[in-house]
């Protein structure tokens, strides 16, 4: 590990010495700069009208304001890579898909990568190449993203929830034990907001009682347990490149695995359920439409180009607000274990529990700072409650935390003026 000098700042946080940056070479931490002409021809430098709509206020409207709540990092290499694409006339089942798979797997370590439409969908193909089906039960957590859950319920199996670690808010290995059944199947981890499960545990558990394991890995590209990077633990992984995660192919996912049955199975499942050596118009299996164009494979692989600075510009802005917060008190910063590399995909602080945290966050978001209440536990959702008969008090930390989470606004480019701006606001609305 490396300690990274920033322009003028103190910082007490490390940066992995997977990339090594010189003094004043920090992108988020220069003023704004104006796009170059070729992209504010494309339109990608007009933030108010192509971020805001997706990243708006909690109603879904597009924030007045400067800060935003997510961007993706895009340069003039993405836009070249996708337009090559374009200009080729081959928009999907071409080379760019089969090319990002090959980097993904190089770069988690695995044997295999299947790029597909979105990380929900790379959850279901791996939910039914384990077998999961009807009578069946999984483990996982209710402080995640639906998809997660959705994964399951596709499938006509059943989520059973665990509770989370108080820490990390990942799942608990003591909660998940006690909930074994012998319909028991597979375990559902998440690496809840880029940090890795106690992975150690999770799988001792797993091979005790012969379980199946899913990594939802979906917000944590890059992380590591360990240093074993995340995507190579359990029997599948998955991840996400939604424009708000680590990079981004605007919408998609990818499913990794060492096991070839299971990508070959992938493989034909997300197209129509064709053999990969049948005709045409011939299907194995009932399968899906879960293909990735290849426009999003082309910009995916000129992303992952620079994934290594992402990730270390991401940790800065999470340093410069992790040694912000510290003299703002009330609110606590989040906990990095020592024996992982936090892959940041969103900044949440957890506030004191006598404070109500709507109430802040619409203080703070009258002040032009867009905030998020992450998450929401999945087992209070209307539609989990029709669904399932739901035990809403076995899972007191998960109840506990979830009503005391604030995600910031992060990406790699916020800058220091724009995190003094949140910290700030932050304190005077806490005190």
């Excluded at 997660?148 to 059943?158: E, P, V």
């Excluded at 074994?180 to 998440?190: H, L, N």
């Excluded at 799988?203 to 240093?227: F, M, N």
Aim: aromatic share 6%; hydrophobic share 40%.
């Amino acid at each position: 590990m490396v300690s990274v000098d920033l322009p003028g700042v103190a910082c007490p946080c490390s940066v992995s010495s997977h990339t090594r940056l010189e003094r004043g070479s920090i992108p988020p931490l220069h003023p704004r700069r104006a796009a170059k002409p070729s992209v504010l021809a494309l339109g990608l430098d007009s933030t108010r009208t192509v971020i805001e709509p997706m990243f708006g206020d909690r109603l879904g409207h597009p924030m007045s304001h400067s800060i935003h709540m997510s961007s993706p990092d895009l340069d003039d290499s993405d836009i070249d890579a996708v337009v090559r694409v374009m200009r080729s006339g081959r928009l999907a089942l071409g080379q760019r898909a089969v090319e990002f798979e090959r980097i993904v797997a190089d770069y988690v370590g695995v044997e295999h990568a299947v790029a597909v439409s979105s990380g929900t969908a790379a959850l279901h193909l791996a939910a039914i190449a384990l077998g999961i089906g009807p009578g069946d039960e999984v483990l996982v957590p209710s402080f995640t993203f639906a998809a997660s859950l959705n994964a399951i319920l596709y499938q006509g199996a059943r989520p059973v929830f665990v509770d989370i670690d108080p820490d990390t808010y990942n799942l608990s290995p003591a909660d998940l034990e006690k909930k074994i059944t012998d319909r028991t199947k597979a375990i559902m981890a998440v690496d809840v907001f880029g940090h890795p499960v106690d992975w150690a545990q999770i799988e001792s558990i797993a091979r005790s009682h012969d379980l199946r394991v899913i990594d939802d890995s979906c917000e944590a590209l890059g992380a590591e347990y360990r240093g074993t990077k995340v995507g190579r633990f359990g029997d599948a992984a998955t991840f996400a490149f939604y424009p708000n995660k680590q990079l981004t192919t605007g919408e998609g996912g990818m499913l990794v695995t060492d096991d070839p049955r299971i990508a070959s199975l992938a493989r034909s499942l997300r197209n129509q359920g064709r053999g990969e050596m049948g005709a045409w118009l011939d299907h194995d299996r009932l399968g899906y439409n879960y293909r990735m164009d290849e426009m999003s494979a082309a910009l995916g692989a000129s992303q992952m180009a620079r994934l290594e600075l992402f990730l270390t510009k991401r940790e800065n802005v999470a340093c410069l607000y992790t040694e912000r917060l510290e003299a703002v008190g009330r609110v606590r910063a989040p906990i990095v274990r020592p024996q992982v590399r936090m892959s940041w995909f969103v900044y949440v602080v957890t506030l004191e529990s006598d404070l109500d945290r709507n109430a802040i966050m619409l203080e703070v978001e009258s002040h032009g700072i867009p905030v998020r209440g992450y998450f929401s536990p999945m087992h209070l959702q209307p539609y989990v409650r029709q669904l399932l008969d739901v035990d809403t008090e076995c899972l007191p930390v998960t109840e506990d935390i979830a009503r005391r989470t604030i995600a910031l606004p992060f990406h790699n480019n916020l800058t220091l003026d724009e995190i003094d701006r949140v910290v700030n606001t932050l304190r005077e609305v806490l005190h």
